[in-house]
């Protein structure tokens, strides 16, 4: 029982940690309120009320435009998700929507419906770029905040604390700084632009290029003309490759490849690129090619009933079919085998299929 107790308590707690993950918060439901509000009007910009005879509804009912019936159908869907935290704040806020429907909509005053239900009315969002209870503006101002280079912490919400989260490359409380790693390309009272560092520079610069590095990065070397050069390892002791290897200079490091199987020793990949050939094989026109040692000696693999195998770099020898190898010598096969093989050739015959008469 007190395992079961602990299992469903793991698991409450695990439901909760996910729904709240997904929650909404009360700005985000707003929003989603005032974009259905939005789509409302759209769908419901043709209709009528619907009796067949519409001069007279609107002569006695008034214009469907600005009508409760036509209210009635927008707020339905105000929550098309049927999300239970929309369907709470509609039912809360839902006489602010009518006073909004007929004090400023169905007067055509042009009224922002998001602006006056959710920042001026139920007050659970802020303008852009503003931030907390009282929509305070963030770091920067509401034109740019945070130099235009991070985010402001709560902007647009109730919530918040106004912080800068800055942008990669960037720092400081207002991101008006560059991090390490990046140059000031632009700096003036308004705004700060910062561009990544040469891969040839360590850690800082104080320009573009291999030339604004302020310490050259490992895998490069100083040049007075250049500033940073890459570093031939391949041409230095620094490369430590096998015998077998060859070592191929990339920017900044290197690689060790393994040689051609061709090859004893390489300068790159390839049985052209031998400095000297393995056993087996014999340099024909600057390339070690494999030397077929059966045709060459033919007194290889002596005695009856053998063969010999060419293989890449030497050779192998077998016995003849129906021989096996035995005390050094090929002998036939035992009978039981014999049969057994022959067996197996049968069974295979058998397993092909008939023809249809």
Not at 106 to 129: H, S
Not at 184 to 208: L, P, Q, R, Y
Not at 266 to 295: M, P, V
């Amino acid at each position: 029982m007190e395992y079961l107790k602990c299992v469903q308590s793991i698991l409450l707690c695990c439901l909760l940690f996910i729904s709240g993950i997904h929650a909404k918060t009360k700005c985000e439901i707003c929003k989603d309120v005032e974009k259905n509000f939005e789509e409302g009007l759209k769908k419901t910009a043709k209709s009528n009320f619907g009796g067949g005879n519409t001069k007279w509804e609107e002569k006695s009912l008034g214009k469907y435009r600005y009508s409760e019936t036509r209210l009635v159908e927008v707020i339905e869907n105000l929550c098309e998700n049927s999300e239970k935290e929309c369907h709470t704040f509609v039912e809360e806020h839902e006489e602010l929507v009518e006073k909004y429907w007929h004090s400023d909509f169905a007067k055509n005053k042009g009224t922002d419906f998001f602006m006056w239900l959710c920042i001026d009315n139920v007050k659970v969002c802020c303008p852009e770029n503003t931030y907390g209870p009282n929509c305070k503006s963030c770091p920067g101002g509401t034109k740019s905040p945070c130099n235009g280079n991070g985010k402001c912490d709560g902007a647009g919400t109730r919530s918040g604390k106004g912080t800068c989260s800055c942008d990669h490359g960037y720092s400081g409380e207002m991101c008006d700084s560059c991090t390490d790693g990046h140059y000031e390309e632009v700096k003036n009272d308004t705004h700060t632009i910062c561009n990544k560092c040469d891969d040839s520079c360590k850690s800082t610069c104080w320009e573009a290029g291999p030339k604004g590095c302020d310490e050259c990065n490992t895998g490069w070397t100083h040049s007075e003309e250049e500033g940073c050069v890459d570093v031939d390892e391949c041409s230095s002791d620094s490369a430590k490759c096998t015998d077998d290897e060859y070592c191929s200079n990339t920017v900044g490091s290197f690689y060790c490849g393994k040689c051609h199987s061709a090859c004893k020793g390489c300068t790159q990949y390839g049985a052209d690129k031998c400095t000297e050939c393995s056993g087996g094989y014999r340099l024909t026109d600057n390339t070690c090619t494999d030397i077929d040692e059966c045709t060459e000696d033919t007194s290889l693999c002596g005695g009856e009933n053998r063969q010999c195998v060419n293989n890449p770099g030497s050779y192998t020898c077998t016995c003849n079919e129906g021989f096996i190898e035995q005390d050094d010598k090929c002998v036939p096969k035992p009978k039981d085998e014999s049969s057994k093989d022959q067996g197996e050739e049968n069974t295979e015959d058998s397993q092909e299929p008939k023809e249809e008469l």
